[in-house]
């Protein structure tokens, strides 16, 4: 896809999976209230995560991202649209949905195999096999050995560390990962990056996966959709069909470059923005701060 597409054509693109969706979002509109006026974080989104499917949002700082990925979770109601998991209407969290936030959120007052446990913790008491699952996640984050230490005791990306651990641990069917890997070092992300995949191919869960990195979307994903400046919209749709599993061999591939090549200067020609104005005729009314 050379050109950003209409709003039209990327919206229908952006909800393509529609047989077997896992998320559905409809045409979402979020006014945040503020005491310096209202704030249009997202405009007439829509998108879909198809069972199985792994998508990745790419979009600039601030162009409501988080907010996207918080409403699919369940924890903000839109300010207009609908939202979808597996055919039923969002009210609030699901226990078929695991989330990983951009900033940890890990309880200060419990240990790392403590945190992993959570999601278990809240529905019952975990058992030996709960407790050897979360032992697992916490050598597949690398974290072996600082089971028992508190937070405070974590560097910053160990601790979001702990919080991808958390979000794997209760095997839920569908993934909502807000830039993940941001505050790993370099070594350690590209090691968590292949295990995603593997993870993934291995069990076929729903994922949404927002992220700054553009090959890292790429890598990772069937679709990457790109969102224009805040209100955050829908701009383009490209699908990634380079096979599984894909390596550093992908990475240097003629197809896997275009497509960073291409993503690359829609953000740095400002060719987002040119769009988005296309998309989002009028999108200034009703919105009171900058
Ligand atoms: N609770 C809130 N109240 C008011 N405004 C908010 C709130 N949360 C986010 N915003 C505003 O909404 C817009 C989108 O924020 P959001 O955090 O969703 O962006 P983002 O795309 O995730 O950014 P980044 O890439 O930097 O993480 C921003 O302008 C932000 O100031
Ligand atoms: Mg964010």
């Not at 350690?188 to 993870?199: F, G, I, K, P, V």
Request: charged share 20%; with cysteine; proline share 6%.
């Amino acid at each position: 896809m050379e050109v950003i597409g209409t709003a039209e054509s990327s919206t229908a693109a952006a909800i393509a999976p529609a047989a077997a969706d896992r998320l559905t979002l409809r045409k979402l509109s979020v006014v945040y209230g503020a005491k310096r006026g209202n704030l249009q974080a997202l405009q007439n989104l829509s998108l879909s995560v198809g069972d199985g499917e792994f998508v990745a949002v790419l979009g600039p700082s601030g162009c409501g991202k988080s907010t996207l990925l918080s409403i699919a979770a369940g924890l903000l109601a839109p300010s207009s649209g609908e939202v979808e998991i597996a055919g039923r209407r969002v009210n609030g969290p699901s226990a078929d949905v695991g989330i990983i936030f951009q900033q940890p959120t890990l309880l200060p007052w419990k240990t790392v195999l403590e945190n992993v446990l959570t999601p278990i913790v809240v529905k019952r008491k975990p058992d030996s096999a709960d407790i050897a699952r979360a032992m697992s996640l916490v050598e597949l984050v690398k974290l072996q050995g600082f089971e028992k230490h508190f937070p405070f005791e974590l560097s910053g990306g160990m601790q979001q560390r702990v919080g991808i651990a958390r979000g794997l641990m209760h095997d839920p069917r569908m993934l909502l990962m807000d830039e993940p890997f941001a505050a790993l070092d370099a070594m350690t992300r590209e090691h968590m990056t292949d295990e995603l995949q593997a993870m993934w191919m291995a069990t076929r869960k729903s994922v949404l996966f927002i992220t700054h990195s553009i090959p890292e979307a790429v890598y990772l994903a069937d679709r990457v959709v790109v969102l224009s400046e805040r209100p955050g919209t829908v701009v383009d749709v490209i699908d990634i069909d380079l096979p599984r599993p894909r390596t550093l061999d992908t990475m240097g591939s003629p197809v896997f470059i275009e497509i960073c090549n291409r993503l690359r200067r829609f953000f740095r020609d400002g060719s987002l923005a040119a769009a988005a104005k296309v998309a989002r005729p009028g999108a200034a009314a009703g919105e009171g701060a900058a």
